[in-house]
């Protein structure tokens, strides 16, 4: 095993797919809303499957996502599914939510990314999970977003109220941040106009 293997190995991703997509109008939630055939949050954690970071642990909240997962990931990882019950609350009580997981898990990191951005690729969750610094943030030229790789010394300072994850903590304590430039579009989908646009994109790009 390759020293960057060994220190993926230890790391798992956490999908934060609890909010209840308040600016998304429609008939379903956002998340199950389909771009080429399948559900935005279906995007995502193929995504993260393809990278090897595993266990993934998906925060649920507003919507179920059961039918989504009863077919298997790619490569079958360990997928390990936790309700948050105050999701209402804000993205932080998600991010804590998955913390317990993964503290029972025992990992030394996990990369942190959102279910409604189906344009983070396979190979931004494997970069910045193969990142030894204590905080990893994929760029995007050169605009930090998601996913984020928050060592497990740090757990311990994130928020536990609010709508702010690793933000906050990024804000704090800038020097434990490395940025690590990553291809693809971190782009959330929050309404039927961001859906329309990715349904242009990936359009778009089958022309080409």
Same mark, same amino acid.
Not at 72 to 100: E, F, I, K, Y
């Given at each position: 095993?390759?020293?960057?293997?060994?220190?993926?190995?230890?790391?798992?991703?956490?999908?934060?797919?609890?909010?209840?997509?308040?600016?998304?109008?429609?008939?379903?939630?956002?998340?199950?809303? %389909?771009?080429?055939?399948?559900?935005?949050?279906? /995007?995502?954690?193929?995504?993260?499957?393809?990278? =090897?970071?595993?266990?993934?642990?998906?925060?649920?909240?507003?919507?179920?996502? %059961? @039918?989504?997962?009863?077919? +298997?990931?790619?490569?079958?990882?360990?997928?390990?599914?936790?309700?948050?019950?105050?999701?209402?609350?804000?993205?932080?009580?998600?991010?804590?939510? $998955?913390?317990?997981?993964?503290?029972?898990?025992?990992?030394? $990191?996990?990369?942190?990314?959102? $279910?409604?951005?189906?344009?983070?690729?396979?190979?931004?969750?494997?970069?910045?999970?193969?990142? *030894?610094?204590?905080?990893?943030?994929?760029?995007? /030229? =050169?605009? !930090?977003?998601? +996913?984020?790789?928050?060592?497990? @010394?740090?757990?311990?300072?994130?928020?536990?109220? =609010? *709508?702010?994850?690793?933000?906050?903590?990024? !804000?704090?304590?800038?020097?434990?941040?490395? @940025?690590?430039?990553?291809?693809?579009?971190?782009? *959330?989908?929050?309404?039927?106009?961001?859906?329309?646009?990715?349904?242009? !994109?990936?359009?778009?790009? $089958?022309?080409?």
């Amino acid at each position: 095993m390759t020293p960057q293997a060994s220190f993926r190995a230890s790391c798992g991703a956490l999908v934060l797919a609890a909010g209840g997509g308040s600016r998304f109008v429609g008939t379903t939630h956002k998340l199950l809303v %389909e771009i080429a055939g399948k559900p935005v949050v279906r /995007h995502v954690l193929e995504a993260v499957a393809a990278s =090897g970071v595993s266990p993934i642990i998906v925060v649920t909240g507003a919507v179920s996502l %059961e @039918e989504v997962l009863a077919t +298997p990931l790619p490569g079958n990882p360990d997928v390990v599914v936790t309700h948050n019950d105050r999701w209402r609350s804000g993205m932080a009580s998600s991010l804590q939510c $998955g913390l317990v997981v993964a503290r029972q898990r025992g990992l030394a $990191g996990v990369v942190v990314g959102l $279910g409604d951005q189906p344009g983070v690729p396979a190979s931004a969750w494997r970069q910045v999970a193969d990142t *030894d610094a204590p905080i990893a943030v994929a760029t995007y /030229h =050169g605009v !930090r977003r998601n +996913p984020v790789r928050i060592h497990a @010394e740090l757990w311990d300072q994130l928020p536990h109220d =609010g *709508d702010e994850g690793a933000r906050t903590l990024i !804000r704090v304590r800038p020097e434990l941040v490395a @940025e690590v430039a990553c291809e693809g579009n971190a782009d *959330d989908i929050d309404t039927a106009d961001d859906v329309a646009r990715w349904q242009q !994109r990936l359009a778009n790009q $089958g022309e080409h």
